[in-house]
């Protein structure tokens, strides 16, 4: 059974960074496209950020271009989302998901698109 535990998440001040994990069990992490989303309540889950399984392609939501960054250590079965200059418009619980399904070139950029998703992290940006 696939896994994922986010961690990371924390109360922060507007203009700081953050770095979420999303640690993989139970399925060849290299063979998993990762995205990470977010959620408010009363909001649908937002798309953030999608790395493919070789790494060889990302995409972002356009709010989140420039100051977010998404990365994977295969070796680690980690995936990570270092999140720079934070705004209190980023507040959200912030989820990874994976699917084994894609191939290396495709980014996938909705939630009815992933199998597997971690229980979240809460992020909260102060102003």
């Known amino acids: 059974q696939v896994q994922l535990v986010e961690s990371g998440g924390a109360l922060v001040q507007a203009g700081g960074s953050l770095r979420l994990s999303c640690a993989v069990s139970?399925?060849?992490?290299?063979?998993?496209?990762m995205g990470w989303f977010r959620q408010v309540p009363g909001k649908n889950r937002e798309f953030v950020a999608v790395?493919?399984?070789?790494?060889?392609?990302?995409h972002y939501t356009d709010s989140v271009k420039g100051r977010f960054t998404i990365s994977r250590d295969n070796a680690k079965n980690t995936v990570y989302l270092q999140m720079n200059s934070l705004k209190p418009e980023d507040t959200a619980v912030y989820y990874c998901?994976?699917?084994?399904?894609?191939?290396?070139?495709?980014?996938?950029?909705?939630?009815?698109?992933?199998?597997?998703w971690g229980q979240g992290t809460q992020v909260t940006v102060s102003s």
């Open positions: 998901a994976a699917d084994f399904r894609y191939g290396a070139s495709m980014v996938v950029t909705t939630s009815s698109g992933y199998l597997y």
């Open positions: 139970g399925h060849t992490f290299s063979g998993l496209t």
């Open positions: 790395i493919t399984w070789n790494g060889g392609f990302t």
